[in-house]
């Protein structure tokens, strides 16, 4: 038995082609039949390929070919399959906080890394209706890389980046990874972030505004804070026109603002304390 492709690590969605090939003996009065766990999977016939399509974990087992001629039987080698669910990449950033005009680094990691994947890359773009983004795909990604690293050069501004894998023909794509940010301190005229008390470090007993301005009408404030959350402005605070107000001290990280346009402002990391 042999299998195309040539891995043993599939996900949900994924299609896999068993072949089985008698090497002694070949012959058109064989007949085959493939068997999973030791259990009949597909019964007698003579085609040496089956394709099977739109993988789920129930697939997962032991494959074996089992050739057939009048009274005679003889088994192939067997192969181990494991099929998972479909698989959300992990982006890194590095560095978080560039120098402006640095370059950056993405890096998508996704299970079994040397199976055939390429790499497409996305920057983050803030939706009207929700917290949610859309997502477009950087220059240079149109085609997929076949590395899981793509470098940006000359970054200068806050922005939001994802990734996602491919393989396969058809094409099999992962889920996009989770966004990760690249924050700027620097304040630009498209969009900026101001605090007020203007302070990094703040306490419960004083009310921290945060207020955007810039080339917009409608803004929501983000927050990321450790290991891997991003809040906006209703779970911290109150947002009226373009102010959050936040008094709870539970929440420390970075914030900034995002427009209806798709800016991103100036980033800034704050501390959130109780005061006794």
């Known amino acids: 038995m042999t299998i195309e ?7 949900s969605g994924e299609s896999v082609t068993f072949k089985c090939d008698i090497t002694g003996g070949k012959d058109s009065s064989w ?8 259990g009949a999977f597909l019964p007698y016939h003579k085609h040496e390929k089956y394709k099977l399509h739109s993988l789920t974990p129930g697939y997962s087992g032991a494959y074996q070919c089992f050739f057939h001629q009048k009274n005679s039987t003889k088994e192939s080698n067997k192969i ?10 992990v982006l ?17 990691r996704v299970d079994h890394p040397s199976a055939g994947w390429s790499f497409y890359w996305y920057k983050a773009v803030p ?14 990604s149109e085609n997929g890389t076949e590395q899981d690293l793509f470098i940006i050069d000359g970054q200068t501004h806050t922005a939001g980046y994802l990734c996602r894998a491919a393989r396969g023909d058809p094409v099999f794509y992962s889920w996009h990874s ?21 302070s990094v470090q703040h306490f419960t007993k004083t009310p921290v505004s ?8 409608e803004w929501r404030v983000r927050m990321f804070s450790k290991p891997d959350y991003l809040y906006h402005c209703s779970i911290l605070g109150t947002m009226i026109g373009s102010t959050c107000t936040i008094t709870s001290y539970r929440f420390s990280g970075v914030f900034w ?6 800016q991103f402002s100036n980033a800034v990391n704050i501390t959130m304390e109780c005061e006794f």
Do not use: M
């Open 127 to 140: 939706q009207k209706s929700d917290y949610s983004y859309s997502f477009e795909l950087l220059p240079g």
């Open 5 to 11: 492709p040539n891995w043993t690590a599939f996900f």
């Open 92 to 108: 890194t950033v590095s560095p978080s906080w560039p120098s402006p005009g640095a370059s950056v680094t993405l890096n998508c």
């Open 210 to 217: 945060l207020s955007c301005e810039g080339n917009s009408t």
């Open 80 to 89: 181990y399959l494991t099929v998972s669910e479909r698989p959300q990449p």
């Open 257 to 262: 603002c995002e427009s209806e346009t798709g």
């Open 31 to 38: 007949y085959y039949s493939i068997l999973q766990d030791g």
């Open 178 to 198: 989770k966004p990760k940010f690249v924050w700027s301190g620097d304040i630009n005229s498209a969009a900026s972030l101001t605090v007020s008390p203007d």
